[in-house]
């Protein structure tokens, strides 16, 4: 059974500003890891997925993410973040051959004018 | 042109009734999924379909059921609604890549209140 932690509940910064969300996860094997934004009202939109390959991923809008075996996490990162990127951020996890996400409890991104 | 679409939008139901939420995709995708979300909590599983005809049971799916009877509906249905079912209901269709993970695509979530 996989399981996803996202230690950060609430995260804020000012427009500008650069900002990693943490996920932490636990699954004995290969995974796909991906991260998705849904903001206030709406379902939730794909940012960026990884397998295998260069451990960092490029995104939509700026964002990216990093995996690292040894700490099993998958950060997702902004260099500058914008008001518009104020939502909620939920990493998932899912075994390969399967299609099914477990997702985290979700960071809510408030990025202050 | 929304790809996933659900229906109501919101429900208002009472205890021990019947209800049944509704998903129609126009992506064309193999897989469709139903989750719950609750307040301050993450998406949880509730059934899936690999294609019309096929459901399976996923990580919660106690007191739900679902149908699939074409490649673009997917159904949920609450046979005796209860409280503790309260919630928002969030459909998706997945891409299913080669490697067997999808990109999930999501509906607009409905809302869904049982007294």
């Known amino acids: 059974t996989q399981t996803v932690s996202q230690s950060d509940a609430h995260v804020t910064v000012f427009e500008g500003d650069s900002v990693e969300l943490r996920c932490n996860y636990s699954y004995g094997g290969s995974i796909y890891l991906s991260w998705y934004i849904q903001h206030h009202g709406h379902g939730l939109q794909f940012l960026l997925k990884?397998?295998?390959?260069?451990?960092v991923v490029q995104g939509v809008n700026g964002f990216e993410a990093e995996f690292s075996k040894s700490d099993s996490s998958f950060h997702l990162r902004k260099a500058s973040v914008h008001w518009s990127d104020s939502a909620v951020y939920f990493c998932a996890v899912s075994p390969p051959n399967t299609g099914k996400l477990t997702f985290g409890d979700g960071t809510v991104l408030t990025v202050k004018p | 042109e929304a790809a996933v679409t659900q229906s109501p939008r919101n429900k208002v139901a009472v205890t021990g009734g019947k209800v049944t939420l509704s998903c129609n995709q126009t992506?064309?995708?193999?897989?469709m999924y139903w989750y719950r979300q609750d307040t301050g909590h993450g998406l949880r599983l509730i059934h899936y379909?690999?294609?019309?005809?096929?459901?399976e049971k996923g990580d919660i799916p106690d007191g739900y059921k679902a149908s699939r009877p074409s490649q673009e509906n997917f159904s949920l249905i609450l046979e005796l609604a209860t409280p503790s079912q309260t919630s928002v209901y969030f459909c998706a269709s997945g891409d299913a890549g080669g490697r067997g993970q999808d990109t999930q695509y999501f509906g607009p979530g409905t809302r869904l209140l049982v007294l």
């Open positions: 992506n064309n995708h193999n897989n």
């Open positions: 990884y397998y295998s390959g260069n451990p």
């Open positions: 379909s690999y294609g019309a005809g096929s459901t």
